[in-house]
Each structure stands twice: as structure tokens, then as C-alpha cells.
């Protein structure tokens, strides 16, 4: 049975860094490009950042870019998120997938398997 579990959520203050780790039990991981979405209470799940199979492209959601870091670790079956520079607004819970898709990684539809998340909060 394939499952994804997130890890590494907490409460942090404004300016702080949290990193977000997935351990996925999938066998062939390295066939699934890997992302990072979140929810924050009353919104639409968002994209915030992906990794190709290899590890080598990664693709950042607005609000990730130039603070977020996707990275993966095949041997592990492990995927990061290293999150900097919080502010409150990156409040939310955040979800692990994992799709066998290779392209439109934004959109939450084809995604193979969820996480069940974990919370990050950011107080200011």
C-alpha cells in the first residue's frame, strides 16, 4: 500500500525556517515526480513547488520562489521542503504528492497519491 507522510510541520515565528520532509513507501519512487501543494483554512489547495523524477528540475509557485527549496533523496524515498523567510501568510497545511505526470504539476488533478499534510503556522 502506498503511502506519503509528511513530517517537520510546527509553529515558527515570522522570519523563521521550518523544513517539511515526505516519506513516501512507494516502491519505484523514481518514477514519480514529486511536489509540495498547501491549504490554508478557507482556500483552494495551491501549488507550491515540484522535482522531476531525477531531482534535476525543480519548478516554485509564486509565493515559493526565492524562499522555498524542493529536493529529494531517491535512496531515501524522501522528499524536502527547506521553507525560509516565513511570514503569516505561509500559514496552512501542507501535502506531499506524487504523480507519474510529467507536465502541468500546478494543478492538483492527476496527482497519484496524497499525504495527509501537516500543519505549518507562522505567527507574527
Known amino acids: 500500500q502506498v503511502q506519503l507522510v509528511e513530517s517537520g510541520g510546527g509553529l515558527v515565528q515570522a522570519g523563521g525556517s521550518l523544513r517539511l520532509s515526505c516519506a513516501a513507501s512507494i516502491r519505484t519512487f523514481s518514477n514519480y515526480h514529486m511536489s509540495w501543494f498547501r491549504q490554508a483554512s478557507g482556500k483552494e489547495r495551491e501549488f507550491v513547488a515540484a522535482i522531476s523524477r531525477t531531482g534535476g528540475s525543480t519548478w516554485h509557485g509564486d509565493s515559493a520562489k526565492g524562499r522555498f527549496t524542493i529536493s529529494r533523496d531517491n535512496a531515501k524515498n524522501m522528499v524536502y521542503l527547506q521553507m525560509n523567510r516565513l511570514n503569516p501568510e505561509d500559514t496552512a497545511v501542507y501535502y506531499c504528492?506524487?504523480?507519474?505526470?510529467?507536465?502541468?504539476?500546478?494543478?492538483?488533478?492527476?496527482?497519484?497519491?496524497w499525504g495527509q499534510g501537516t500543519q505549518v503556522t507562522v505567527s507574527s
Open positions: 504528492a506524487a504523480t507519474l505526470r510529467a507536465a502541468n504539476f500546478g494543478s492538483r488533478l492527476g496527482y497519484d497519491y
